[in-house]
């Protein structure tokens, strides 16, 4: 089974974003939309493309964000926002 097949029966994600500048961590958990062709996909490719044919381009994840979590330590880890 390939990503994109794995992707399309089990639609769900989890982005995790830290960093300096976000001065925390957060976890964001959503539903999965796959694209491989349209309008999006093709806007996406074509973004992608411009970068330089190193990057694959072979699908769109279009998340919907369904929950957002405190991912660090301490009093406030795992405090759910969304």
């Known amino acids: 089974m390939n990503k994109n ?3 399309e ?4 994600g989890a982005i995790y974003i830290w960093g ?3 001065k ?3 976890r ?3 539903n999965l939309e796959v694209k491989t062709d349209g309008e999006d996909y093709e ?3 074509k973004a992608v493309k411009s970068m330089g044919d190193r990057f694959p381009a072979k699908a769109l994840a279009i998340m919907k964000i369904t929950e957002v979590y405190e991912c ?3 009093a406030e880890a795992r405090k759910q926002l969304l």
């Not at 029966?9 to 769900?12: A, I, K, L, M, T």
């Open 72 to 74: 660090k330590s301490g």
């Open 28 to 30: 964001i958990k959503g």
């Open 20 to 22: 300096p500048e976000v």
């Open 9 to 12: 029966e089990n639609p769900r």
């Open 43 to 45: 806007k996406m490719y």
């Open 24 to 26: 925390s961590c957060y």
């Open 5 to 7: 097949e794995y992707l």
